[in-house]
Nanobody
Framework: VQLQASGGGLVQAGGSLRLSCAAS????????MGWFRQAPGKERELVAT????????DYTDSVKGRFTISRDNAKNTVYLQMNNLKPEDTAVYYC????????????????WGQGTQVTVSS
């Protein structure tokens, strides 16, 4: 499966962005999906995950209550709605896919999008 992330940009603190990740292939609905981010000089970290059917989601503590992950299997797309953005959310955001259950470990994912830059100004 090929992934294409989009929707990043420059936003002021307190603003919102919605990231999209479009997947190719007819088996998208069989993949668990994750959003990860990587800030300069830091390791890639989990942001959110969603199961293949969208019934279960998980978030890193720093984004709980502000970010929402969702998916539309009919459109082969996963989303990350980001509200009340903070300067510490600045990073390159990546979507990733893996068969089976979700995982918090980046190395557990088999497919990655190219990343989209999110910059939050104070």
């Amino acid at each position: 499966v090929q992934l294409q992330a989009s929707g990043g940009g420059l936003v002021q603190a307190g603003g919102s962005l919605r990231l999209s990740c479009a997947a190719s292939g007819r088996t998208f609905s069989s993949y668990a999906m994750g959003w990860f981010r990587q800030a300069p000089g830091k390791e890639r970290e989990l942001v959110a995950t969603i199961t293949w059917n969208g019934h279960s989601t998980d978030y890193t503590d720093s984004v709980k209550g502000r970010f929402t992950i969702s998916r539309d299997n009919a459109k082969n797309t996963v989303y990350l709605q980001m509200n009340n953005l903070k300067p510490e959310d600045t990073a390159v955001y990546y979507c990733a896919a893996r068969r089976g259950s979700t995982s918090s470990r980046p190395h557990a994912y088999d497919y990655w999008g190219q990343g989209t830059q999110v910059t939050v100004s104070s």
